[in-house]
């Protein structure tokens, strides 16, 4: 079993300061067996970098991932997720970040993409999602997950060219089922080409 002591010098190793500013992404399960759970990744993070410092999380409003149908396939989806409700426990960011929003002390939107934030500049969690991290000097923390769970890297769709953005757009057989507010979903690149970050569709 992992223990509070170990994960807090692991972190400390890893440069997590007092003052500093983090978008955290994390999978419990990859530390096989932790003291306390989700609350010790928490308070760990809390009280390294204090309350002079900044946590952000996800908070999007997504079940984890459907199995796809033959229809599905066949339209070329690659990933469908469900809409959640704002009071929905469980979501597909984990249990860390669904327990870091729920807390009392932590600044969390409504919204079905939302971004939940704690400590000084917490709060912009709500005016900006990571705006506040991405342009202040925010480090990205990734535990168990890889660069591909990085929240901040869509922030990059709004400013890429749009023909580019246009090859990941859905194709017209995917749309009635994004309008229909039935599923979110993913749809690969026309042209068949593996992507770095596919483009995410909400449902409003």
């Known amino acids: 079993m992992v223990?509070?002591?170990?994960l807090k010098e692991a972190l400390a190793g890893l440069g997590i300061t007092k003052g500093m500013t983090l978008e955290v992404h994390c999978s419990l399960s990859s530390f096989g067996e932790l003291e306390g759970g989700a609350a010790t990744?928490?308070?760990?993070?809390?009280?390294?970098?204090?309350?002079e410092g900044s946590i952000f999380m996800p908070a999007l409003r997504f079940s984890p991932e459907l199995e796809l149908?033959?229809?599905d396939k066949k339209l070329g989806l690659t990933v469908k997720i469900r809409k959640l409700p704002p009071d929905a426990e469980r979501t597909a960011m984990g249990i860390v970040a669904d327990t870091f929003r729920k807390l009392p002390d932590t600044y969390c939107g409504t919204d079905t993409i939302s971004t939940a934030g704690w400590g000084k500049?917490?709060?912009?969690?709500?005016?900006?999602?990571?705006?506040?991290?991405?342009?202040n000097g925010g480090k990205a923390l990734?535990?168990?997950?890889?660069?591909?769970?990085?929240?901040?890297?869509?922030y990059v769709e709004g400013i890429t060219p749009e023909d580019i953005n246009a090859q990941f757009a859905p194709t017209d057989e995917i749309k009635p089922h994004i309008s229909a507010g039935r599923v979110a979903v993913r749809s690969r690149s026309p042209t068949g080409k593996s992507m770095v970050q596919d483009t995410g569709y909400g449902v409003q």
């Not at 990734?142 to 869509?154: E, F, N, P, Q, S």
């Open 3 to 6: 223990t509070k002591n170990e």
């Open 41 to 51: 990744v928490l308070d760990t993070l809390k009280e390294l970098v204090t309350e």
């Open 69 to 71: 149908t033959e229809s």
């Open 121 to 135: 500049h917490g709060k912009e969690a709500l005016i900006g999602g990571l705006d506040y991290p991405i342009h």
């Open 142 to 154: 990734m535990l168990g997950v890889d660069i591909y769970k990085l929240t901040a890297m869509h």
